[in-house]
Nanobody, 121 residues
Framework: QVQLVESGGGLVQAGDSLRLSCAAS????????MGWFRQAPGKEREFLAAIIRGGSSPNYADSVKGRFTITRDNAKSTAYLQMNSLKPEDTAVYYC??????????????WGQGTLVTVSS
């Protein structure tokens, strides 16, 4: 079991940059794949980015590819989402996700409580 706490959200202007952090505790951080999702009012939760245990070959949604970067620091048990060139449509609650896959290909997901990012025009 792992607990996640997001931080770094806030109010910014279009074109600004912001870095979100996801601090993990409760289990070996390096055993989890990490991801970032977001949910805007009235919309479904949207996948943004994921990074595997070793930190190589991150995967991004087309909507944020080239602007957002996911990284992880296993020594600090923390994942990050660097967001550049923010747009008003990026306004949403951003969630951190930790996924652990068992030997039987069963996955267990843990979620943070979310951090609000508001981008003004």
């Amino acid at each position: 079991q792992v607990q996640l706490v997001e931080s770094g959200g806030g109010l910014v202007q279009a074109g600004d940059s912001l870095r979100l952090s996801c601090a993990a505790s409760g289990r070996t951080f390096s055993s989890y794949a990490m991801g970032w999702f977001r949910q805007a009012p009235g919309k479904e939760r949207e996948f943004l980015a994921a990074i595997i245990r070793g930190g190589s070959s991150p995967n991004y949604a087309d909507s944020v590819k080239g602007r957002f970067t996911i990284t992880r620091d296993n020594a600090k048990s923390t994942a990050y989402l660097q967001m550049n060139s923010l747009k008003p449509e990026d306004t949403a609650v951003y969630y951190c996700n930790a996924r652990y896959t068992t030997w039987g290909s069963l996955s267990t997901d843990a979620w943070g409580q979310g951090t609000l990012v508001t981008v003004s025009s």
